[in-house]
């Protein structure tokens, strides 16, 4: 099977994905519709695919998705369709008005909230994202796409496997020749912040309203730490800066 250099490392990680359920899933719903069909995809030549592949399902989809992306337990499927519902309200897909920052923050907030204590919802929900990054026809959907992915991987790590893949498909559109130069800088983000969250590991807390906020303007966030000499510093963080990152970087001198 070929497969776009792309989504070589999900090669291994094949068995994780129900690519035949996701496809019998997606037919029984577009029949009941009454659609066509739910993939755009670039045309890559006059041949047609006759079976339906890992490729076709990590392709971008307008429609909501009738079941999991990955394998997860039953008591969690509705709980991923539910996922991408969010993820399609964030990127604005089919949305007559332009959505707000206060309305992102919630959405954001709230992938947060379903995912940041379960690892399988995590992976689905990185599956998701990454699925609509791929062959998005619309460029402001495509950023939103991407600001999703950099601000879940700032908070949250995936599973060892799906991390795996993750950082080697985010690698190849970072560096690609012909990625956009916003999307280029949202993957090294969110390149950087997968390395940050793998090591820290997934936060305790559900990160508040002014991390999220901080994070989608670019905004570095501020405290004061106290030292038992009376002595004080103001110091610098955001969403996934950890208590070693900020004594590192900020206090040398107390070390």
Not at 144 to 171: F, N, Q, T
Request: a positive charge.
């Amino acid at each position: 099977m070929s497969i776009p250099p792309e989504l070589a490392g999900a090669i291994p990680l094949i068995d994780r994905f129900q690519v035949e359920g996701f496809l019998k899933a997606m037919q029984k719903q577009i029949q009941s519709s009454g659609k066509r069909g739910f993939f755009i995809k670039k045309s890559v030549g006059p041949q047609v695919r006759e079976k339906f592949t890992l490729e076709d399902m990590l392709c971008f989809q307008k429609d909501p998705i009738p079941t999991s992306l990955l394998k997860v337990p039953n008591d969690l499927v509705s709980r991923s369709i539910k996922l991408f519902h969010v993820i399609l309200k964030y990127m604005g897909v089919d949305s007559p008005a332009i959505i707000s920052l206060e309305e992102r923050i919630e959405l954001v907030a709230k992938l947060y909230k379903h995912t940041l204590k379960r690892s399988e919802l995590r992976d689905e929900l990185f599956a998701q994202i990454s699925k609509q990054t791929r062959n998005n026809p619309d460029r402001s959907w495509l950023i939103r796409a991407w600001e999703l992915m950099y601000l879940c991987a700032s908070s949250m790590p995936p599973s060892k496997d799906i991390g795996a893949y993750l950082s080697e498909y985010v690698h190849y559109i970072a560096h690609g020749a012909t990625t956009d130069s916003d999307v280029r800088v949202l993957a090294l983000n969110t390149l950087n912040a997968l390395k940050r969250s793998v090591k820290a590991g997934p936060r305790v807390a559900i990160p508040a309203r002014e991390e999220i906020e901080a994070l989608l303007t670019s905004r570095k966030l501020t405290t004061i730490v106290f030292f038992l000499d009376e002595t004080f510093e103001e110091i610098t963080y955001d969403m996934a800066t950890t208590v070693a990152d900020a004594v590192e970087k900020n206090v040398p001198s107390q070390i």
